[in-house]
């Protein structure tokens, strides 16, 4: 136990650390768009409105091109929610992997925890189609990113992480981002809990999506959705995760139903592991 | 030469003429320590990491041993001149080594899971290999350089290290009772303790034994002593091992814990933990009250959690009804019932709710049972569950007890056996699963009354679908070899998506008031209808679901977004923004012709229309994974990937992840191979012309060697996949397999010694018997297993050791005779070189016998080496050829 608590310290120490005390970068504003029709565009106007740097600005558009073309992000609301999301500074919680953040692979955060890669992140966002003011539950924190994914697109987005130690690391980043100039994830709000009864206070949601591993859909979580509602889970190891699909239709006799899909809605999609953009190209382990 | 000692100049010794009887105890401890070191060493990684990976490192560390003999081979007279030294060096460091490699190891713990995505695991993965690999060098070591002194006699020698081998595996297995995981690397550093002593004893040299006291108490010291002193862990367990996440729960607490030789089980009680599975989503809209705090997790190795149900109270207990395996009391009411496999209690908690007039009920796993019939604090949670009157407990396999029972059964229930509620990613190792075998669901279905219902419940969270075609497959053939070609009738088949399905099927077929009222059932809990009398399958979705199943991992071009956009502008310039999907779409061509819902589902019903209709096999031919049914001589829910597409596989690892144990048998076979071949060729390169170039008959002494190390192993592995029929326990199999083999040859080698006046007319003989028996036993061993399974679990230990001792005694005949030949021969190099040989195609057998077995199943193995030893006999006439101008030995 005392091992576990040096390591969460430690561990919050770096992450606070990856954080440059005195970068302070400015808040995007929701009228602001960054540029999509160029890297050097938007390289620079991100430079100038937000302050980040050129390599991380430079991985985001890169990933983000892969992303797009593979169709992971479709909606100009996604596009832009990607662009203004620094996954650096969520991948930066687990030291060991601070450098990977844009990479297609799932990353360890410790504490058995993954950081999904940004397509999968991506692809499952998409599928909840988050509009300006839905109410939005995450079960499992983890590293971060997945809210602060969500709060570039809702001003209200609610998360739950079981894990003590990292649901305290996860806040600390959040703060600390926040305190940086990451305005946007005020919305976040945070709690350390058992996720599986949801959070009743805060609920009915508009959407709610779960990323741990789960052998039955928690009951709770059903009724916290609103009828119309959607949740999304992925089932299977990471890496070759499926994306159950759950939406909560109320009929007009108030008869609830539950029906399960595929993310595609039951198409089959070539998947397109681990890919990186080389040379204007998708490059991954399928184009060999 | 002889080194100074405290008590002067050592006396020389002769190895070769009466040693004492330290020396061979010394040899057989040593080589049970070796074994022992195995074994802890897969233990370790069983309990700590994956236990697949835990072979691999152990199967290549034992190229130690190949490595130790063509080193020796080549510099024979150095270590001839050296051998004291080359001991004592070897036993002094060996115990400490054992120690440090596992502690060093424990802290670079490697994880599978990111074994494609992260370059830096691959590392991880092979400094675990040197650093267990060290200490297997020191055994080789010792144990080359006894076999070099003591050639002359090596049947005697060979008698002591097989026999010690064995008996130090009993041992072990003991030492299981007694260890923690963390702490089973004492049991081979005490045999390395007494083994070195009395080396030390029967060279005499008292130096050397308080030098070893020393060793032995740095060795345990710091095993004890450093992990708290440096805060590291013993045994570092993965945090992605199921008890990782339990114990990180703020309430957890540990409740029951046991170490055993069935496994190291743990029980955790937390509000966190809840199971439900396969429960339906309507559950959370008609259920007036949720069971709160029911379960405890249930771990074994780590690996879990089942669920271990509390007694719930009666306001609670609708919540059954909405878990799939509830299925077969929607239609019988207040049956006989059995349940086929005890594990966390579910299924027993419900069939005996449903109102079951008795309850039959099996467990195979003594370490489970024993938790629940005799810990009291267990037994209050459960409510005494195995006590309720209507109980009835069967200690042994249920699929055993359903084919010898005179018993007939409502309702039979076989669900979720051996599987834990949640996946684990990387944990799937090739496992003999006999419970859901072709012959096993013939007993059930016999065991049941006219009328009476089998239902098998698995996890169907896989897409594509794997395990539960092959179950669909594999019951349809059972119902026809027990009710006749047309079983259209005798199926109903319910599932959840991503989430787990339930065959059920009835002795004389479902009446259609029964279908309507499941299909109404399965309809109110929204459940997808897969198969039931009458279904009508959308037949128009075979094509786009296969061809979709297969571009999933095999799409020959440019990634295609879901919603369809062009491909061509993948081609597109690197900077210029990327056109999005929207723009993609051909104006005026419709989208899809036909659009699959949810795949899983639709080809588990195309796969029923076809199982009952015909035309199966061109739809599994066409299928993207291997569906074989699972029989007793392939009973595995793995090895789904096709051996043809192997390779396309190599550069989409992360697609398969459930698939890596199988790949990482190639992967094991391939390393092996290699080894192998590079350690018989090392010698032959360095010396084929100097070394070797005055030996005849040196090809044939290579072949006739190979096929020893390889035959022996490759019989040893088989019958422990084998033997788990009747001992259902994969490390008790091990055991017991290991020592029966080892101590029986070990008796062959030292009867051998009688015969080597006349080997060449008496060992073809033994060859012969050797085939024949090993052939036989292919074909005649599953119903002698059958029977031992039944009995009382000590008596089944006897019975197959009493299996094993006709093949193995003769076995123990060909080695120590060869040997023997060569040393008299003078053939010295030779001799070291053979027991390399023997040693690196005993990796490589061991690493083919998986293989073997998933693709031509379980008695492939044992006839495969029936004929590596016939294959030996013309070789072992070239073994007998003298040198030049020296005089044939009388043989």
């Known amino acids: ?288 | 030469m002889a080194l100074k000692a405290s008590a002067g100049i050592l006396p020389d010794v002769d190895f070769d003429n009466r040693p004492s009887l330290a020396f061979y105890l010394s040899v057989a401890l040593i080589a049970g320590c070796v074994i022992a070191l195995q074994i802890g060493i897969m233990r370790i990684f069983s309990v700590g990491s994956w236990a697949h990976f835990g072979s691999l490192v152990v199967s290549l560390a034992m190229f130690g041993f190949g490595l130790t003999s063509a080193v020796m081979c080549v510099g024979k007279p150095w270590f001839e001149k050296h051998w004291r030294g080359a001991v004592k060096g070897a036993l002094l460091l060996f115990g400490p080594m054992m120690v440090a490699s596992n502690l060093i190891a424990q802290q670079v713990p490697f994880n599978a899971i990111f074994l494609v995505s992260d370059p830096v695991q691959k590392w991880r993965l092979f400094a675990n290999f040197v650093l267990y690999f060290l200490p297997f060098l020191c055994g080789a070591l010792y144990l080359g350089v006894v076999f070099l002194k003591a050639q002359k006699t090596f049947n005697r020698v060979y008698f002591a290290d097989l026999a010690g081998s064995g008996a130090c595996g009993l041992l072990f297995l003991l030492a299981m009772y007694l260890f923690r995981p963390q702490n089973l690397v004492i049991a081979p550093l005490v045999l390395w303790f007494l083994g070195s002593l009395l080396w030390f004893v029967a060279v005499s040299d008292r130096r050397g034994l308080i030098q070893t006291t020393v060793a032995a108490v740095l060795a345990v010291g710091g095993h004890l002593a450093l992990p708290p002193l440096l805060d590291i862990p013993k045994i570092a367990v993965s945090d992605y091992k199921g008890v990782a996440y339990a114990r990180k729960f703020p309430d957890a607490e540990r409740v029951y814990e046991r170490s055993t030789p069935f496994g190291y089980m743990e029980i955790y009680d937390s509000s966190y933990l809840h199971f439900a599975p396969g429960q339906s989503d309507n559950a959370a809209f008609n259920l007036p009250e949720m069971p709160s705090r029911a379960y405890r997790g249930m771990y074994i190795d780590s690996e879990g959690p089942s669920g271990i149900i509390k007694q719930l109270p009666d306001s609670q207990t609708a919540y059954f009804r909405f878990l799939m395996m509830y299925y077969p009391y929607v239609v019988k009411k207040n049956p006989e019932t059995f349940v086929v496999q005890f594990g966390g209690g579910l299924s027993t908690a419900m069939a005996l709710r449903a109102g079951s007039k008795s309850v039959t009920v099996a467990e195979g796993n003594p370490m489970v049972l024993n938790a629940f019939l005799h810990d009291d604090e267990l037994k209050r949670f459960t409510g005494d569950i195995l006590g309720d009157e209507r109980i009835e407990v069967i200690d042994y396999e249920g699929r055993l007890y359903a084919a010898r029972t005179k018993r007939k059964f409502d309702v039979i229930d076989l669900a979720l056996a051996d599987s834990a509620g949640l996946s684990q990613p990387g944990g799937f190792a090739i496992v003999e699963k006999f419970s859901y075998t072709r012959e096993a669901m013939r007993n059930y279905m016999q065991a049941l009354k006219p009328g009476g219902v089998l239902a098998v419940t698995l996890w169907n969270k896989e897409e594509p679908p794997k395990s539960v075609l092959k179950l669909y497959s594999t019951m349809v053939a059972a119902a026809r070899d027990v009710e006749g070609q047309d079983v259209a009738d005798r199926f109903f088949v319910g599932a959840s998506y991503l989430s787990t399905a339930t065959v059920l099927f009835k002795r004389g077929g479902f009446t259609p008031a029964e279908v309507e009222t499941l299909r109404k059932h399965t309809a109110a809990m929204s459940f997808d209808e897969i198969y039931s009398p009458g279904f009508k399958a959308d037949l128009s979705l075979l094509e786009p679901t296969l061809k979709g199943y297969h571009d999933q991992f095999f799409y020959d071009g440019a990634p295609q977004d879901p919603l369809g956009s062009d491909p061509a502008l993948e081609r597109a310039p690197t900077d210029a923004a990327p056109a999005g999907p929207e723009g993609g779409d051909k104006e005026g061509q419709p989208q899809t012709v036909t659009v699959p819902k949810v795949p899983a589902t639709d080809i588990g019903r195309l796969w029923w229309h076809h199982l009952i209709h015909g035309g199966i096999e061109q739809v599994a031919n066409r299928y993207v994974f291997d569906t074989r049914i699972l029989t007793n001589h392939q009973p595995y829910f793995a090895a789904y990937i096709k051996v043809k597409d192997l390779l396309k596989f190599t550069d989409r690892l992360e697609l398969v992840q459930d698939e890596w144990g199988f790949l990482l048998l190639w992967a094991t076979l391939a390393i092996a191979g290699v080894a192998a071949l590079t350690l018989v060729l090392f010698p032959v390169v360095f010396g084929w012309r100097t070394i070797f170039s005055r030996y005849p008959g040196k090809f044939g002494t290579m072949v006739y060697f190979l096929c020893l190390g390889l035959g022996y192993i490759v019989v040893e592995v088989g019958l422990i996949s084998h033997f788990m029929l009747a001992l259902s326990n994969a490390t008790v199999s091990a055991s017991v397999l290991i020592t029966g083999m080892l101590v029986f040859s070990g008796l062959g080698s030292f009867v051998s010694e009688r015969f080597l006046g006349r080997a060449r007319t008496f060992m073809p003989k033994v060859f012969v018997a050797i085939g024949a028996l090993l052939i036989a036993y292919g074909f005649l061993l599953d119903p002698v297993l059958d029977a031992v399974g039944t009995l009382p679990y000590a008596l089944r230990i006897i019975a197959c050791l009493a299996i094993i001792f006709p093949p193995a005694f003769l076995m123990g005949f060909p080695m120590p005779t060869g040997m023997t030949m060569l040393g008299r021969l003078g053939k010295d190099h030779m001799f070291l070189w053979a027991w390399g040989i023997n040693g690196s195609f005993s990796v490589l057998g061991a690493a083919l016998v998986p293989i073997i077995s998933t693709s031509f199943g379980l008695p492939a193995a044992l006839l495969v080496g029936g004929i590596a030893y016939l294959v030996a006999i013309p070789a072992f006439y070239r073994v007998l050829l003298p040198l030049p101008g020296k005089p044939a030995i009388a043989a």
Request: include cysteine; charged fraction near 25%; charge should be positive.
């Open chain 1, 1 to 288: 136990m005392r091992r576990a608590i040096t390591a969460g310290v430690t561990a919050l120490f770096v992450t606070l650390l990856a954080l440059p005390a005195t970068a302070q970068f400015k808040p995007i504003r929701v009228d602001q768009t960054p540029p999509m029709d160029s890297k050097e565009n938007y390289v620079d106007w991100m430079k100038a409105n937000r302050g980040e740097s050129e390599k991380w600005l430079t991985q985001r558009w890169n990933r983000y091109v892969a992303a797009v073309r593979v169709g992971d992000i479709k909606t100009d609301k996604m596009k832009r929610a990607f662009l203004l999301t620094p996954r650096e500074v969520f991948a930066a919680g687990n030291p060991p992997v601070k450098e990977r953040g844009y990479e297609h692979a799932f990353l360890d955060m410790g504490y058995g925890v993954t950081m999904s890669g940004p397509h999968l992140q991506s692809r499952m966002t998409d599928v909840l189609d988050v509009k300006r003011g839905d109410r939005v539950l995450e079960i499992g924190t983890g590293s971060g990113t997945q809210s602060a994914y969500l709060a570039q697109l809702t001003d209200q987005v609610y998360t739950i992480e079981i894990i003590a130690p990292l649901a305290e690391r996860t806040r600390g980043v959040y703060d600390k981002a926040i305190a940086a100039g990451y305005e946007e994830l005020k919305v976040i709000k945070t709690k350390q809990a058992d996720g599986y009864y949801g959070w009743p206070e805060a609920g009915p949601f508009d959407k709610i999506i779960v990323t741990c591993g789960i052998d039955h859909i928690p009951p709770p979580l059903l009724q916290q959705l609103k009828p119309g509602g959607v949740m999304v889970i992925p089932v299977g190891p990471p890496g070759a995760q499926r994306v159950l699909k759950v939406v909560k239709q109320v009929a007009a006799d108030g008869n609830i139903t539950v029906t399960r899909e595929d993310i595609y809605g039951g198409r089959i999609v070539p998947f397109v592991p681990f890919t990186k953009l080389v040379d204007g190209e998708v490059k991954g382990t399928h184009n060999r």
